[in-house]
Each structure stands twice: as C-alpha cells, then as structure tokens.
C-alpha cells in the first residue's frame, strides 16, 4: 500500500493532466514503480487520459459482447474465447503490475517509460477477428486462391 499512496498524492497535485508520461519518478518522493498499471497510467495521463482509456475499455467490452455472440461453429470461435481470455487476464495482472501498460526501467535519476505493445496487439487482434467474424458466415466454404 505504501508503493500506492505516493502516486495517490501526484494525482492531488495534477489531476487533470497528470505528471507526464514517464515523469512520475520525478514528481513523486521515491522513484519505485506503484504496481499498478492503472494508478500508473492515471497519475501519469490525468483524466483525460484515464476518460480516453474508459472509451477504450468500453469500445473493447462492446466489441468482446460481439465475439461471444457470435455461432459456436464460427471457425474463428476458439481463437475469440482465447482472445478474450488473454485480455482479461492483461487486465488482471495490470491490477498487480505496471508491465502490461508499459515496461517501467528505474534508474538512479528516475525511470525510463517504454510501453508495451501487449495492448496494442491485444486491440489489433480484436479488431481483424471481429471483421473475420463478420465477414464470412460459420458455414462459407475455404476460398480458393487459384482461378
């Protein structure tokens, strides 16, 4: 609790703009990492980061009610449900730890802030299997690429 009460405190200090991406170290009285993606991604973005990150996850909850509706004999199916099961399990995790956010290098003048493409994969791989999803109904034969 004690890694969580000083990013608590750079949050009082700027809460509409946060601190800046990869500043948290520097407005904060120890440079540790607090452990949580989430508080992390809030004290360094502000609101309006964490309003722009509530879109995100909304649009992401939208589009995994689609996949989970979609037929059981979908071909794509299995890949969906794994699909979902990994960003659920990203956004477990980023209640414990700052890595699936970015990759936190602490060093003695701060830290260096490099984020992770987990997200990013996470969200493109939605996308093209919800577009799969749709374009082909569970029952379209293989097309053949040769005329």
């Not at 500043?23 to 120890?30: D, E, F, P, Q, W």
């Amino acid at each position: 609790m004690e890694l969580r009460r000083w990013p608590v405190e750079v949050i009082q200090h700027h809460p509409v703009t946060g601190c800046g991406l990869g500043c948290l170290g520097k407005s904060a009285t120890t440079y540790l990492s607090p452990h949580s993606a989430y508080l992390q991604f809030y004290a360094d973005m502000g609101l309006i980061g964490a309003l722009a990150l509530l879109c995100a996850l909304v649009i992401g909850g939208r589009m995994a009610v689609d996949l989970m509706k979609a037929a059981r004999s979908h071909p794509w199916y299995g890949f969906a449900v794994g699909l979902l099961a990994a960003a659920v399990a990203v956004g477990v995790h980023g209640l414990f730890e700052g890595a699936p956010a970015g990759i936190i290098a602490e060093t003695e003048n701060g830290y260096f802030y490099i984020v992770s493409p987990v997200v990013a994969i996470l969200a493109g791989l939605f996308v093209r299997t919800r577009r799969l999803m749709e374009e082909s109904t569970p029952f379209d034969p293989p097309v053949s690429l040769e005329p």
